[in-house]
């Protein structure tokens, strides 16, 4: 299960959208579809403009 905040970032705590797909076995073109369709909130972009989730996005 998912459970995302959005606008929230620990430094050094997060993960990228290919992370976050292998621990929640969610590919990553679906993640990003329920993204764009706001299904989860938009996640924090890295300076460089990758998605960036905290380690609390994926819940046990």
């Known amino acids: 299960m998912l459970h995302l905040q959005p606008r929230f970032k620990v430094k050094g705590i997060s993960m ?6 292998r621990r929640t076995g969610i590919s990553t073109s679906r993640i990003r579809f329920y ?3 706001e299904v989860l909130p938009k996640p924090i972009r890295g300076e460089n403009g990758y ?6 996005a994926v819940k046990g």
């Open 35 to 37: 993204e764009k369709h």
């Open 16 to 21: 990228r959208i290919g992370e976050l797909s």
């Open 51 to 56: 998605r960036e989730y905290p380690d609390t």
